[in-house]
């Protein structure tokens, strides 16, 4: 298990339930752009280098990010999540260590989360090691999926899960840690056989249980740490608990 990770931030959205051209990871988050928080926060972790994947409108993203010293990496066709990582393979030809993905548009993830999660990745020494969290209404969310001894064994989108898996409580942030070489092996495996037609990053999850590989998953608390933004209420609600989070 390797002592270091780089970080990919998915940033290649164009959001487009915020009723506006803007590229959603530049929607301000008070006075801040939401990527800024998320570029912070994986320099603040000691990530070894920041991959951010752009794609719609990627020059106003990269004026925004210039100087904040991160690698662009251009996602051309926007085919999914699972897609957008493996954009990043040649940027990460010959890298030693580990990955921690996160998502462009989820501002108030913890330090010390990150830190406590990356803890259980290497301890456990899994291939990959998923955060999760159980959220008062799981609608919309992917399910996590777990064996009769409790062992992790995929993540099944909204949209494609069954009557039985709506049992499921525990849903995926988003937000992950891999080991390079399994990851980019189980990318090479996946297909967008699905109702979106996408290429989901969390069938890499399947494929690796399949592989028998294994697989982690870190409960993250307080759900509002990996809470996202798809509207501009979930924007002005975020900035909300932000401001109440900083006592301003």
């Known amino acids: 298990m390797s002592d270091t990770f780089a970080t990919i931030i998915m940033a290649a959205g164009k959001g487009k339930r915020m009723r506006n051209d ?4 530049l929607h301000p988050l008070a006075g801040r752009p939401l990527v800024h928080y998320v570029i912070e926060l994986a320099r603040s972790v000691g990530s070894e280098r920041i991959l951010l994947v752009i794609g719609h409108g990627s020059d106003l993203v990269r004026e925004a990010t210039r100087g904040l010293n991160v690698e662009w990496v251009v996602q051309e066709r926007q085919l999914g999540t699972g897609d957008a990582i493996k954009s990043c393979r040649r940027d990460l030809a010959g890298f030693g260590g580990d990955v921690l993905i996160l998502s462009g548009d989820v501002p108030l993830l913890q330090p010390t989360t990150v830190e406590r999660a990356w803890s259980l990745h290497r301890e456990s020494g899994a291939a990959a090691t998923v955060l999760t969290f159980k959220p008062e209404d799981p609608t919309g969310y992917g399910r996590i999926i777990r ?23 525990e849903v995926n942030s988003g937000v992950y840690f891999f080991r390079t ?18 290429y989901y990053l969390t069938d890499t999850i ?13 409960l993250v608390e307080d759900p509002l740490e990996v809470a996202g933004v798809n509207t501009p209420q979930q924007l002005s609600r975020l900035e909300q608990k932000l401001i109440l989070r900083r006592g301003d």
């Open 22 to 25: 803007l590229p959603k990871v």
């Open 181 to 198: 070489e399994p990851l980019f092996q189980a990318l090479d495996r996946i297909s967008n056989r699905n109702a979106a037609g996408e």
């Open 206 to 218: 399947s494929v690796l249980a399949d592989s028998n590989e294994p697989l982690a998953a870190f």
């Open 147 to 169: 064996g009769e001894s409790g062992e992790l064994l995929s993540i099944i989108e909204q949209k494609d899960v069954g009557t039985g898996m709506l049992k499921s409580d």
